[in-house]
Every structure is written in C-alpha cells, then in structure tokens.
Nanobody
Framework: QVQLVESGGGLVQPGTSLTLSCAAS????????MGWFRRAPGNNREFVAA????????YYADSVKGRFTISFDNAKNMVYLQMNSLKPGDTATYYC????????????????WGKGTLVTVSS
C-alpha cells in the first residue's frame, strides 16, 4: 500500500519559479514509475512529467518541456517537480502518481494518487 502526499503549492506571479514535493511511503518503490499530473479549471487531469525510480527515463508534456524538471531523492522517497517560467496557463491542481510497473505517462497507468496541491499563477 502506497501513500503519496504533495506539498509546495501556492500563489505565484508569472515568470517566477516554484518547486513541488511528493513524499512517498508504504513500499520499496524499486521498480516503480513516478509522475506528475495536473488538472486545470474546466479540464481533465493531464500528464505533466514522469520518471522511473532510477531516473533512467524522463518524459515531459510539450506544454512544460524546457520549463519543468522532475527529479527524485531515492534515499528519502521524495519526488520533486521544479517549475520555472510559470505562466497563467500552469494554474492547476498538481497530483503525484505512482505506477507499479511502467512509467505513468497517462492517468490510466497510475495505480496510486496523492490528494493534490494547488498552484495558482496570477499577477
């Protein structure tokens, strides 16, 4: 049983940076994939970024490529999403997701979800 807890959301101005954290517990995560998703107002939950627990593979949505970076601290079971050059379009609730076998590049592949943390980008 896996538990995921996101933190770090808040209100920021366009062009600034913010880092989200996801604390994972309940398993060894040795062959798990980790990902970040978001749901903007009026939209479905969409893929943002994903990585294997080893960090060998990383994927990003086109909308965030070059601005967001997913990383992890294996020893601490922490996954991070560093967000730079934030835009109003990045406003959304951000969710951490885990896939037991594979990389979570779609919501259908996610086995466990966090409760989400809200990021608001506005002047």
């Amino acid at each position: 049983q896996v538990q995921l807890v996101e933190s770090g959301g808040g209100l920021v101005q366009p062009g600034t940076s913010l880092t989200l954290s996801c604390a994972a517990s309940g398993d060894s995560f040795g062959n798990y994939g980790m990902g970040w998703f978001r749901r903007a107002p009026g939209n479905n939950r969409e893929f943002v970024a994903a990585t294997t627990w080893s960090g060998a593979l990383t994927y990003y949505a086109d909308s965030v490529k070059g601005r967001f970076t997913i990383s992890f601290d294996n020893a601490k079971n922490m996954v991070y999403l560093q967000m730079n050059s934030l835009k109003p379009g990045d406003t959304a609730t951000y969710y951490c997701g885990v896939t037991r076998n594979g990389i979570p590049r779609s919501t259908q592949l996610v086995d466990y979800w966090g409760k989400g943390t809200l990021v608001t980008v506005s002047s």
